[in-house]
């Protein structure tokens, strides 16, 4: 009787927690995984996992591999966290971390030329895929339509050379300002402004004759 | 302002971060020239259709992977640093040992050999002879005049206190040494 009358004592101040932590900054959530809050480190999960795993893909354009990148992404910050900078913004230093995971991977499969071609079988079966998962309401030939686009602009952006579309994905996907591009890419803003004027020029060159 | 310098500037006009100036700059080239109208277009129609692809989920299992990695990266720091702190005594058993064991080898190479003894060699002296008191070796002439002659003791004693300071003194000494 007594350990039940605790656990639905134990149970809210747990679901408190989570409030709590939900309701802070990643500044705060970092400060209480810190010092010794776990729930915190879930909390940091939660908030980032889809971001990072869609600029992952978006990247080396490999959901499952994008995953993996991602799931190490949070073991380096779950080993690393101590020695974090707290002066500086959370979400940048994660997305440094992805950003260096994702360029080694690009790295690798440019000297691996297997993995090259397992990535683009993979393409191909998702090309086989059937068009059901797409917007039922539409008509057939628009939801061809919608689904040929958007493959013409994932490939568009895998066209761009790597550290154009690093910078590209960082601002137009994530939205991240251009000083903090220039952290997580490490170079300057000159580099990035430019860098961000190329890859938006070459990818509306690319996109254009589809558009029309 | 020119082609050149519109291009140049073009991110930043998508962005709105153009100062005062410089914007109107750009909206007035915008109107006036058609090619650069039409790349302002295409630019911001493909960052549209960009940003609206369909952002992807994580797998429904990725949370619970993930917990088994964190587990098992804990469990590989925690046997690691158990590996760390084992080696480090076995390091310092090692050097305890090599420390001892040479410390040992050491002592007895030095240990002393049972040999013969040899002491050193003796040195005798012979005494330098004492010096005997020129008074001790020839008495007071009168005592020895005294003595053979058959003088009463009276007599003796009174001829002794005539030399009795020199006598005596020199009995003193000869009995100190």
């Known amino acids: ?212 | 302002m020119d082609c050149k310098q519109f291009r140049e500037n073009h991110f930043a006009f998508v962005d709105d971060i153009l100062p005062g100036v410089e914007l109107v700059g750009m909206q007035v080239h915008l109107a006036e020239c058609e090619r650069c109208a039409r790349h302002d277009a295409n630019v911001r129609r493909s960052l549209m259709l960009f940003r609206s692809l369909p952002s992807i989920n994580p797998s429904p299992d990725f949370g619970k992977r993930l917990e088994r990695r964190i587990r098992e990266t804990k469990a590989a720091d925690m046997a690691a640093a158990q590996n760390g702190r084992s080696r480090g005594l076995a390091a310092t058993v090692a050097i305890t040992s090599a420390a001892m064991l040479g410390y040992i080898g050491f002592s007895l190479k030095h240990v002393d050999t049972p040999r013969d003894i040899v002491f050193p060699p003796v040195v005798a002296f012979a005494p330098v002879p004492e010096p005997i008191p020129a008074t001790m070796a020839s008495p007071a002439p009168e005592m020895v005049a005294a003595l053979p002659a058959g003088l009463p003791i009276w007599t003796a004693a009174i001829l002794a206190e005539h030399s009795p300071v020199h006598f005596a003194s020199l009995e003193l000494a000869s009995f100190k040494r």
């Open chain 1, 1 to 212: 009787m007594a350990s039940i009358v605790r656990k639905h004592a134990v149970q809210p101040v747990r679901a408190n927690v989570r409030e709590q932590l939900k309701a802070m900054d990643d500044s705060a959530v970092v400060t209480a995984f810190l010092g010794g809050e776990e729930r915190a480190f879930s909390e940091l999960v939660e908030r980032y996992q889809t971001r990072l795993l869609n600029f992952v893909y978006r990247t080396i354009g490999d959901r499952e591999k994008a995953e993996d990148l991602v799931q190490e992404v949070f073991i380096r910050v779950y080993r690393h966290l101590h020695r974090f900078d707290r002066s500086k913004k959370f979400s940048t230093w994660a997305y440094t971390i992805a950003s260096n995971l994702a360029k080694n991977e690009l790295r690798n499969r440019s000297r691996n030329p297997l993995v090259l071609f397992q990535t683009v079988q993979k393409n191909w079966e998702d090309d086989d895929r059937p068009v059901q998962f797409e917007d039922t309401t539409s008509r057939p030939d628009d939801m061809y339509r919608k689904r040929h686009l958007r493959e013409i602009v994932e490939e568009s952006v895998a066209k761009l050379p790597e550290h154009h579309r690093n910078v590209f994905i960082l601002r137009e996907l994530e939205g991240k300002s251009y000083e903090e591009i220039a952290e997580i890419t490490d170079c300057n803003l000159g580099t990035v402004k430019s860098r961000l004027n190329r890859a938006r020029n070459s990818f509306a060159e690319i996109v254009a004759p589809y558009m029309e």
